[in-house]
């Protein structure tokens, strides 16, 4: 079972992330094909500016994340995909070190898709210390990042 402190650790950038929140019903406006959602400053939270012309709308969403430089940052673009994964192999008693193997192979998957045999990518910060934050290990060992090495003998297949 995962306990509440996981389940907030897991979901903290989500609720501190600025981003407007919508429900299915405010996003269904399939009767309308000309229908332009306006953007207020009332729809937009937390140091987010809006600018607009004529024909374009443009929202931004703050600074960048200090740690991924992204915007929004990727850990609040991916937490509930990962989490929802990540919590069902927990409740059915997978242990931490791969819980968090698999929160690293989700992450990679939903941002690059499927990788080739040798094509690795390291986790930014903030997601690696989000996933390392829901799933610890006891002893706090963790492996890091490894370049994948190409072997010559492999080159023959």
């Keep these: 079972m995962v306990s509440e402190d996981e389940v907030a650790s897991c979901r ?17 406006d399939s009767d309308d094909p000309d229908f ?7 729809d937009v939270e937390d140091g987010a500016t809006v600018s607009s012309d004529e024909d374009t709308v ?9 740690l991924c430089g992204q915007v929004p940052c990727d850990w609040v673009s991916y937490a509930d995909e ?9 409740d059915g008693g997978m242990a931490n070190n ?15 898709g499927i990788l080739r ?16 934050d829901a799933w610890p290990d006891p002893d706090g060992n963790y492996t ?10 492999d080159d023959s297949n």
């Design 12 to 28: 903290k950038h989500l609720d501190s992330s600025g981003l407007p929140s919508t429900s299915d019903e405010d996003l269904d």
């Design 36 to 42: 332009q959602d306006p953007i207020s400053e009332e």
């Design 58 to 66: 443009e929202v931004n969403h703050g600074p960048p994340c200090d």
């Design 82 to 90: 990962i989490c929802e994964v990540c919590d069902e192999l927990k």
């Design 98 to 112: 791969q819980v968090r193997f698999q929160a690293y192979r989700e992450y990679t998957r939903l941002k690059h």
């Design 117 to 132: 045999k040798y094509d690795r990518r390291p986790l930014p910060m903030c997601v690696r210390s989000e996933i390392i």
């Design 144 to 153: 890091g990042f490894h370049a994948a090495m190409k072997h010559a003998a």
